[in-house]
Each structure stands twice: as C-alpha cells, then as structure tokens.
C-alpha cells in the first residue's frame, strides 16, 4: 500500500467553521459570566464592560482570520480553548477587581485601580505577538537555524532579574525585571526559547546521547561524558533556585529538560538519572535552603501556620471548601481572602465561586489543549516539528500542574502563573505564543501536501494507527 | 521515530491530571465540610453575616432578630431579651458557631430551606442572596417570664407544656446566658465572655431545661402510681403498708420516710394518702410488689427512655434496666440511677392531665417565609397512650389531693383547682438535694402542664413545696391569665 496513490489522500477539511463556531461560544460564556458577576455582586454591568466584550470578541475573531489565513489546515481546537481560558482569567480577574473595590468601599479606602483593562492591553499584546509569530514563521522548521541563539537568550532572559537596577525581588523571589514603569518575566519568555534550543539542540544530538556504553540492571546507560548537557541543566535550574528564589521555573525547566532528553533518545534511562538528579538536587536544596524548607514545613502541616507562612495555602483550601462541588456562584463567595487571588491563586478563586464542577471543566480544558499539542506532535513528520511541540505541550501541562497542585495541597506550593488565566502580561503572551507556534506545527502536521510524505515515516504512520 | 514516547509521556501527564481530579475531589467533596467548620475558617459566617437572616419569634414579637449595622458585617443577631429566651433561641457566633433553634432552624432562618423553593428560583435568577425566613416558637412569654423571674438566684430549670397538644410553653434555665455577648462583632469579647460562660461551675450554657438529667425523687411516683393503677390490682382507696422505715429486700439498708414517721395509723396507708404525704415506705414496697418490669413500661410510656427532639435534641431520662428488688423499691420513689429532665417530667404531669396521652413536645409552631406566608404548621402528634382515661382521672384527682390537702399547699391558686406533685432527691453527698414540683391546671381539661427543677438554692430548707410549688404556681397563672 502506497501513500502516493490519490485515492488514498483525501481532501482534507480544514475545519474553520467549526473553530468559528467555538470562538463565539467561548465569547458568549464569558458575556454570561460577566453579567452573572453585575447581577450577584449589586454592581450592575458597567458601561465600559461592553466596550470590553466587544475588544475580547474583535481579538478573537482577528486570530481566527489570521489562522484561516495563515495556517489555514491548524487544528481547530486549540485556539478556541486557549481563547476561552484566557477569557475566563478576564471574568475572574474583573470578579477580583469587583471584590476589591467593595471592600475598599466598605473601608472607606480610595478605590483599588482595576487589573481588568490592564490584562485586556495584555491580551491584545498577545494577538499582535500570535498573529506576528504566524506570518513571520511560515515555516517551524526555519527556526531550527537559530538554536543557540535561542539558547544563550533564554539563559539570558533568565539571569536578567539578578542584573542591578533592573532586576526586581518581590515576595521573596527575584522573577521581576522592571524597565521604566513596565516590568515582566523574562522566566515566561525563557520557556519558549529554551524549549526552542532543547528541541534544536537535542534532534542534532539525540544520536550519541542514546548510544549505549553501559549496562546496568537491564539499562543502558551513556557515558559520563554525555551527562554534560543533563548537568548543566541540573546547574541551571539549581541556579535559578538559589539566586531567584523561584521554586516553580526551576522545577519547570528541569523537568521539561528531563522529557526532551527522553523523547528525543527513546532511552529510559535518561528518566531514571534524571529523577536521581532531581533527587539529589530536591534534598539539597531542602537541607540547606530555607525558603525551599518553609515550603515543604507548611505543605506538610499548613494548620500549624495558619496564620502565617500558611495563610495563603489554608485560605485557598477554605475557598475551595466554600465552593463545594456546585460552587458558591460568580459573584457569591470571597475569592479576594486569599492573597494574590488574581495571580498564583485564581484557581482558588474559580474553585471557590464555580465549584469542584467549575474546576472539572478547567482542568478539562486544560487537558484539551495539551492533548492536542501532544497529537500536533506525534502527527507532524519532521523530529524538530515533533519535539518542539511535544515540549511546548509539557511546558504547558508542567506548569498547570505544578500551580494547581500547589494551591491545592498536592504538592508543595512554587509560585507559578496559571496559564491564561492569570493576571499578568508576560505569562499571557508568552503562553499565546505557544498557541501560535503549535497552531503552526499543528497546519504542518495536517496539510494534505503529499511531496512532504517521506515513505517510511508515512508507512510507520499507518501501522501506528492500526 | 519519537511518537512511542510522547505517547508515554502523555500517559504521564494523564496520570498527574487525575492526580489533580482526585486531590480536588477530596477536598471540595470529602473534607469540604470539616475545612468550613475550622475555627480559623470565617466565609461561612461571614456569609451569613452578610444577609439578613429570619428572626425567631415568640408570638408576635422577636427574640432574636438580624439589624443592619452599616460596616463590614452587614447585620449583626440581636437578642431582645437574651438571657430569658438563650435555652430556645441558644446562640450565633463569629466564632463558636450556633446552638439551639439558631442551629435546628438554621436552614430556615437563613432561607436555604427546601420550603423556600419559588423563592430561591427567582434568586437563583437573579443571583442574589436568599432572605431568611421566620420561625415561630410555641412559647408563651408571660409563662417564660414567670419561670424566669421565679428562678431568680436559684441554680434549675421550668418547662411548661400544653398537655392537649405537647406545645412547650415556657423551657426557662438559671442561670443563662446573654447570646448578644456571643454575637458581637469584636472576637476577643466574644472569647472572653465565652470562656468565663465555660469555666463558671454552675454550667450557664447546658440547655438546663430538656438536658440536665436529675433524680426525679418523688415525683417519680406519679409513674409508681400510674403503673400501679394500670396493674388492676390497686384503686386510690388500696391500703398499702406505710411504716416509718422499711427494710429493702434482700438487703439489711433501710429505707427512712422524710418525716421518719408512719405514714398513717397502724403502719397502714391509702394509695390516695400515700401520694399526698409523700410516703416513700409505701412507694418503695409498692414498686417491689409490680416489679421494674412495670414500672420500666409505664415510664417509657410517658417519655422514659426515649430521646426527643424538640427540634433541639433533649437529653434522654432514662428509667435503668436489669433492677433487683432493693433496686427497684429505690426506683420507684425516683432514686437510685432514675434520670430525668424537667421536660421529661413536665410530659408525665401532661400526659396524665391529658386523659393519659403522652404528646410528643415541640417547639416550633410554624414556619413564615420571607413575605411572612406560612410556609410549614407544625401538627400536634400523640406519642403514645400512657394510661386509660378512667386511671388518668383517678390519678389526677389523687394529685388535687395533694395540693389540697397534701405536701404541694404552696401551688394553690384560687378558684383553680391545681394537680400537683412534690419530690425532694438526694444526688451525693457533694451536692444539695434537688428540689421538683410538677403540676398541671386546671385539673379537668389542664391548658398548662409544668415541671420546676431547683438544684442549688443556697437555702437551708429543701423542699419540693417550698422551692419548686410558688415558681410554678406563678407559670400555671401566667398561662391561665390569672
């Protein structure tokens, strides 16, 4: 059976329409959602809301032009759910402002300036930066000529917060660079670019670092000198954990540096040193850091520090008790009793107000989303396209995973933003970036151009999918 | 090809997605309910503080209301009357939670209640906080007024009941508490105040009325006599033997009448003048003679043995199993290990004013919406036939005899003929010996059953007809209007 025959490629839907018609629902749920907040919190529906509604639907449909301009066979689902989470960061963010602002009435406090339209500009920045990264890249595979200088940037942009004047400690960790009035992460965008030099850098290398020198317990192990790479990733990302304070981006970068290696060798035993590694690196910095210390003490027995190191993890726990399992209502509960409810505890404050099932659908989404990046992955058929977006995936998946099981007594808390959701302008459109560049993969992937069938890949393929 | 392992890893990553599901699940489903009742935990009430919560009403007027304040907790409970309403209204704290019907009629008060289903629609529409809904108590205030003002500086408990219907008219405790100092906005008073109700040995915030359990002494012999009468074998006019002493079966302990003399000429004594005088001689041999099988059945007739909720849950009187016959002959004059509340005792004078029906006793009345609409009436329910109505009328005349001509003198009240009984029982050594008094009237047709319970007085006289009779004679004349 050959996949040259024209029988057997057929036309291709592109599927538009229905990526259309999903945009306009996630649009209309976040008008519902903002209504219900007016109703419930006695706020009514400001006029300048619907000027909101209105930008967040011309964002929307402007993506969705450039996608069927640009990427027009991309898979249809990512830019809706992306598209919906943000808008449901949007809601919840403007529910916080609300709470916020009636508190500071009761207070008799000026009115707190609401982060809402902050993160509305955000977004927009964010469709300029997507729409931007689909038409200057045609083509994922061009950026492969640019991996070390993707690499040495993202270890730049991630000791840039140590740099003087312009680097930034606030609560503890130094994630912040502020220029002028503007300040950002530059962690955020560092995940992007050295996904982009793991990808790159690991489909030239793959081969000797899945050579197998030793055998050990069945595994083959690389040679010592091949652990170079795995170590200075170790270093890195110990690097960021002491002199950043940043717990969560090191966690990250490790971990997305461990799965890279093993996609791209097909060796386990890269899991197994790096699980050793993380290890090693987890217990040293438990012994000898205190902040890293303190984490592990409240995660283990939040209760005892209720009132202080703990206030925000028991607090969160009570929001998502008040939720229950059908939620307290948008609108109806406290979400602002948790400090920082609008950045790393907003899901805190969806599980609060929308309820286990609110949290079900999240993280549901969430799951939709990095389910189809992996599926972008496993169907594009060039090995940089693969891991690139299989490490764009995980980054993703890692991070929600990391915050949500945090903020949910899971595993320690590591400040992480939520993707999309929270408030905060360098997460947001580095995480739109990720969007463009798997909506990218993800046309390549499954445009029924047939000269870009390579026989034996094409052939692997359908034995797979038997 | 590299598909094979980012199939596994999403195999990971589907695996560390259920770890979430899973984690959520526990805690908005399974521990939800414990992490919203930690004390450190404020949502829940100030949930509740920020909408007006239904008032608990007696008659017309509140006992306890929600008034807008203007700050950070919208409203604030206020009591209008704390201390005389506490053992109904029981408290709504900041910090300690709830007791009483702010805590059975929570649901209501709060308008969460199915019974407000129209109106949750609309507010579910309209996203808006429910508004609570009213409950009407039974009580009767100037009955409650008068227990309380006759309890005044004695340590006890009066529950009055409507024998008719098993309506509680009055359920009064002293000492009491003033749950407006428990509602306050400021926690360090609230503690304060809290922690001083704790310690204070005399118990201010035991629900006195249906949970203290005490020996009930001799007012217990209303059920003696009632499963006597209900044997066949003895009529009022039966003669009993009644000397001053009498030596328990079995045992070389002997049993001392209060007076230590005979309770009639000869050692012999009527049923009829066995009651009046309080014979206890008679009593004891009277129990031996119908065993504690008998006199077990016809307490747990009148309430014995069973736990009531009213809503509030009442403590259980409880009449002992298993009983030898010194035992027995002890607790049939209410000694040894009987137990019983004042309401317990307020239902045997009830049930017996009742033509022998023991109702079940309530205190909720009915139930009004937001708009004031009665949404729930509760109905008057028999818990069980205690006695015949013939036995019923024999023994409440007995018990006319007894404030007529009897032990019970103090609870007379002109042109009303009172039923009554007076009881007087050791605890131990370490505490004074409580004083009963349990009555109805009138006699024929009683609106008004009631049962006093004085623990500690600081008096040197301890008796049933010196303490307990004039507080529930005032009751009984509060109700009648007298």
């Known amino acids: ?466 | 090809m590299m598909s094979r392992q980012i199939r596994r890893i999403g195999v990971v990553l589907a695996l560390m997605l259920v770890a979430l599901l899973v984690n959520i699940t526990v805690i908005q489903v399974v521990l939800a309910r414990d992490y919203r009742e930690r004390p450190g935990n404020q949502r829940l009430l100030l949930a509740e503080y920020d909408r007006e919560r239904g008032p608990i009403l007696v008659g017309a007027n509140p006992a306890a209301r929600s008034v807008e304040t203007g700050n950070t907790l919208r409203y604030l409970r206020t009591y209008d009357d704390g201390p005389l309403y506490a053992p109904i209204t029981g408290f709504y704290s900041l910090i300690y939670g709830a007791t009483g019907l702010e805590r059975t009629e929570n649901r209501v008060l709060t308008g969460k209640s199915d019974l407000f289903f129209v109106d949750r629609i609309s507010q579910l529409f309209a996203g808006r906080q429910p508004v609570g809904g009213a409950v009407t108590t039974t009580i009767d205030a100037a009955a409650q007024a008068a227990a309380f003002k006759g309890l005044k500086g004695k340590v006890g408990a009066v529950v009055a009941i409507e024998p008719a219907t098993g309506r509680i008219l009055a359920s009064v405790q002293s000492p009491s508490f003033d749950p407006n100092l428990l509602t306050s906005q400021d926690p360090e008073a609230i503690r304060a105040y809290y922690e001083e109700l704790k310690s204070d040995p005399a118990k201010p915030l035991l629900n006195r009325p249906i949970v203290a359990l005490n020996p009930p002494g001799s007012t217990f012999k209303l059920v003696t006599a009632a499963a006597a009468l209900a044997s066949g074998l003895y009529t009022p006019d039966s003669i009993l033997p009644g000397p001053a002493s009498y030596q328990l079966p079995l045992s070389t302990s002997e049993l001392q009448n209060w007076n230590r003399k005979e309770c009639g000429p000869d050692g012999k004594v009527t049923l009829r003048q066995a009651l009046a005088i309080s014979c206890n001689t008679a009593f004891a041999w009277l129990g031996v003679q119908l065993g504690d099988e008998a006199l077990r059945k016809q307490a747990e007739l009148m309430g014995f043995d069973t736990s009531f909720q009213i809503p509030l849950k009442a403590a259980t009187s409880r009449f002992p199993a298993e009983l030898d016959e010194p035992q027995t002959a002890l607790s049939a004059i209410g000694q040894f290990d009987v137990r019983a509340t004042a309401l317990q005792m307020a239902m045997v004078g009830a049930a017996i004013g009742n033509n022998g029906a023991t109702m079940q006793p309530y205190l909720v009345q009915e139930v009004r919406g937001p708009d004031l609409a009665i949404l729930q009436t509760t109905e008057p329910t028999k818990f069980e036939d205690a006695m015949t109505p013939l036995n019923a009328a024999q023994l409440t005349e007995m018990m006319v005899n007894v404030v007529e001509n009897g032990t019970g003198s103090n609870a007379k009240i002109s042109g009303v003929r009172v039923a009554g009984k007076t009881g007087t029982a050791e605890t131990d050594n370490e505490r004074p010996a409580v004083a009963w008094f349990v009555a109805f009237a009138p006699a024929q047709s009683p609106k008004v059953a009631v049962a006093v319970v004085i623990e500690d007085s600081r008096a040197t006289e301890i008796s049933g007809n010196g303490l307990a009779a004039p507080i529930a004679r005032e009751v009984m004349k509060a109700v009648l209007r007298q």
């Open chain 1, 1 to 466: 059976m050959s996949l040259t025959d024209p029988q057997s490629v057929r036309r291709q839907p592109s599927r538009r329409g229905a990526e259309l018609l999903l945009l306009i629902c996630a649009w209309a749920l976040g008008v519902l959602g903002t209504l219900q907040i007016g109703w419930a919190t006695g706020e009514g529906t400001p006029g300048r809301l619907w000027v909101t509604v209105a930008v967040v639907g011309a964002l929307a449909l402007v993506m969705h032009l450039v996608v069927r301009w640009k990427a027009r066979y991309a898979d249809p689902i990512l830019l809706p759910v992306a598209t919906l989470l943000t808008i449901l960061g949007l809601v919840m963010i403007y529910r916080i402002d609300v709470a916020a602002a009636q508190r500071a009435e009761r207070n008799n406090a000026p009115p707190p300036t609401p982060d809402v339209y902050a993160q509305l500009t955000w977004f927009a920045i964010a469709v300029v930066l997507f729409v931007a990264a689909l038409i200057l890249v045609k083509d994922h595979r061009r950026l492969q000529r640019y991996t070390y200088s993707f690499g040495l940037l993202g270890l730049f942009l991630l000791v840039l917060p140590l740099a003087p004047i312009i680097g930034t400690t606030v609560n503890g960790a130094t994630l912040w660079v502020r220029i002028g009035g503007l300040s950002f992460q530059p962690a955020e965008v560092a995940k992007i670019l050295l996904t982009l030099f793991f990808a790159g850098y690991l489909v030239v290398k793959r081969d000797s670092l899945a050579l197998v020198r030793t055998k050990f317990l069945g595994l083959g192990f690389p040679q010592v000198r091949d652990l170079g790479p795995l170590v200075i990733a170790w270093a890195v990302s110990l690097g960021v954990l002491v002199f950043e304070r940043d717990l969560g981006t090191s966690l990250l970068f490790f971990g997305l540096f461990i799965t890279m290696l093993y996609i791209a060798t097909q060796r386990r035993s890269w899991l197994i040193l790096g699980s050793i590694f993380f290890a090693i690196g987890a217990y040293l910095a438990y012994q000898l850091f205190e902040h890293v210390h303190n984490r592990v003490t409240v995660w283990l027995d939040p209760w005892t520090y209720a009132d202080t190191t703990g206030y925000q993890i028991v607090q969160s726990l009570y929001g998502f008790a008040n939720g229950g399992i059908m939620g307290a209502g948008l609108g109806q509960g406290f979400p602002n009793f948790v400090p920082f409810a609008n950045t790393d505890f907003i899901v805190a404050a969806i599980g609060e107000e929308l309820g286990l099932t609110g949290m079900f659908a999240l993280l549901l989404l969430y799951a939709v989303l990095i389910e189809r990046g992996l599926r972008a992955a496993v169907s594009v058929r060039d090995s940089f396209g693969q891991l690139l977006a299989a490490g764009l995936s995980i980054t993703l998946a890692l991070q929600v995973f990391v915050i949500v099981g945090g903020v949910t007594r899971l595993i320690p808390l590591t400040g992480l933003t939520t993707p999309f959701l929270s408030y905060g302008g360098s997460s947001l459109v580095a995480n739109w970036v990720i969007i463009a560049l798997l909506i990218r993969i993800s046309d390549r992937a499954r445009r029924p151009d047939i000269q870009h069938f390579d026989a034996d890949d094409a052939l692997t393929q359908v034995v797979r999918r038997v």
